[in-house]
């Protein structure tokens, strides 16, 4: 059979795959085990890229850059599909992922790859790794742009499409479909178009026929038909969506938010600077929703001192219940407390509002709530904190209203509360311990980093302070500006020396809280990490690192 027999239009076979993977070239410094493809592909997967580096400022991934995943290619070539396709969906239901890009992209390279393994195992994985509508509409545009040939939309591809649609339940479907019409370049309707896709019952069909034929058709089919119970709840979601996009009075729209759930999406344009109608989101909206908008609803008068919807907002930002059931990380709630009280956006924007005390207040009260809610990881942790004055003046790149210090004390403050075995230090003259424990507050331990005389950060310190220390240490890790100076000793050799002479396997990441590019970590060393800029994803990267998830 000629190699290409059977092959999909739009599909890319595995030894055009393999062309990529003749300048990649194998490298081993220092005695450091060679990374498996496996391990390259957990990298991908968790940073975006197969190095040790993570960078807040990366491209997007696509297949005509550094963003492909040549290991993945090799894995492909080698017979190993099936298992990289486990381990995307590993990734990918763990969430460690720090972007939901890469993993979706790598699940489009296997579905499209001409391995009959890989293929089937890449579209059966679909629904397990695209949960949500901006998932599938993102590995649509993927697919689109692995296809080197024809359009890409072979049986396989529309079935696996068709699977999702209907294989969503069903109000989940609509509440997504609604949110979001159009993503990644890609709307709902050329979708469903191209995939043929063909409901499997009645309920799904009402979702489909209101997204493909519109909302006055639907409303002409369904207003006075007699459907099933089991199809009337999204018929009237999907008729209640479509009363309140065309509401042309608050009340009506604000009675429909609270009665269906309806998102910001669901809005009129008119009304989305309406205090009732904002006034019903904040009842219905998850708080990250919720903060997202903050300063949406200051800005129309909603949020004002001593209002009820600010008394409503600040009792839900102070109860612990809140964030048991919230991810919200302590530096996220940071960062959105920073910008709150910024009072503008940008130097340049003319979008400004009047920061209400109370919610600032609250916010705070929130940030230091939120540490009691993080989880051990269980390791042995040294943070080294750079304590020079840029430390204190720079712009956080990441957040142009967070200084450095303010994301290094976050983290030491996290690792502290959570972590019965850690000691955070200070780069001063030498190694010194900056005074934090499980009640210290932002403040104070700003205060006391401030007042210690700065030194040298040299990356390797920290190891050579605990070999020399006899201190058992799991992962350590260096908070800087962008001083990554190297002294005698290479942060690399340090970490090995101290690998052998303690008998630990200890991990080191370096964080260039306002670098925009550096290189200190080995790339073939498995337990080394640069990290470049720091955002709201960065803490759950440093967290899956340490855990072992890369």
Request: aromatic share 6%.
């Amino acid at each position: 059979m000629a190699e290409n027999e059977g092959q999909e239009l739009g599909e890319v076979s595995a030894a055009e795959m393999n062309d990529v993977t003749h300048n990649v070239a194998d490298l081993t410094l220092g005695g450091a085990t060679q990374p498996s493809d496996i391990d390259r592909l957990r990298r991908f997967l968790c940073l975006g890229s197969e190095g040790g580096t993570y960078s807040i400022q990366a491209t997007a991934t696509s297949p005509d850059n550094s963003g492909v995943c040549t290991a993945l290619i090799r894995l492909i070539g080698d017979g190993s599909g099936q298992q990289a396709v486990d381990e995307i969906v590993k990734c990918s239901k763990q969430g460690q992922s720090a972007n939901r890009e890469p993993v979706i992209f790598a699940l489009a390279m296997c579905a499209r790859s001409t391995d009959a393994t890989t293929k089937s195992a890449g579209y059966g994985a679909l629904e397990d790794v695209c949960c949500s509508s901006k998932d599938l509409l993102t590995f649509v545009r993927f697919s689109e742009s692995l296809s080197s040939k024809g359009t890409g939309w072979g049986r396989s591809h529309r079935s696996s499409i068709a699977r999702w649609y209907n294989n969503t339940p069903v109000l989940q479907l609509a509440r997504q479909l609604t949110v979001t019409r159009r993503y990644s370049g890609w709307s709902h309707a050329d979708v469903l178009r191209l995939a043929h896709v063909k409901p499997d019952n009645e309920a799904v069909s009402a979702v489909l026929k209101f997204i493909m034929k519109g909302a006055k058709t639907f409303r002409e089919e369904y207003s006075n038909k007699d459907v099933p119970e089991t199809v009337r709840p999204v018929v009237d979601y999907l008729l209640a969506v479509d009363s309140c996009l065309h509401a042309n009075n608050e009340k009506t729209a604000a009675n429909l938010i609270l009665q269906y759930e309806l998102m910001k999406e669901h809005i009129p344009t008119p009304l989305l600077n309406s205090k009732q109608v904002w006034g019903s989101l904040l009842t219905t909206m998850p708080l990250e929703n919720v903060l997202q908008n903050l300063i949406k609803m200051t800005r129309i008068g909603l949020l004002t001192s001593k209002s009820p919807a600010t008394k409503s907002l600040t009792d839900r930002l102070c109860s612990e219940q809140t964030f048991a059931e919230s991810s919200l990380h302590p530096f996220t709630l940071l960062s959105l407390l920073k910008i709150y009280e910024e009072g503008k956006t940008g130097r340049k924007t003319k979008t400004k509002w009047t920061p209400v005390p109370e919610i600032t207040q609250a916010l705070m009260t929130a940030f230091h709530l939120s540490f009691k809610f993080l989880s051990p990881i269980g390791k042995r942790f040294l943070l080294a904190i750079d304590v020079s004055s840029s430390m204190e003046f720079g712009v956080l790149c990441g957040c142009q209203q967070l200084r450095p210090r303010h994301a290094a004390a976050t983290m030491a403050m996290g690792v502290a509360r959570t972590e019965s075995n850690s000691h955070i230090m200070a780069f001063s003259t030498q190694l010194i311990p900056i005074p934090v424990n499980q009640n210290t507050r932002l403040d104070e331990i700003l205060q006391s980093m401030t007042k210690m005389s700065m030194g040298t950060t040299d990356c390797a310190l920290p190891m050579l302070w605990a070999l020399n220390s006899e201190v058992p240490v799991d992962v350590f890790i260096v908070f800087t500006d962008s001083d990554t100076v190297t002294g005698n000793i290479h942060p690399t050799k340090a970490l090995q020396d101290y690998r052998k002479l303690m008998g630990i396997d200890a991990k080191l990441i370096v964080c260039g809280l306002t670098s925009k590019g550096f290189t200190i970590s080995d790339a073939s060393d498995l337990a080394m990490l640069d990290m470049v800029g720091f955002d709201w994803l960065s803490p759950q990267v440093i967290r899956n690192f340490a855990s072992d998830c890369f």
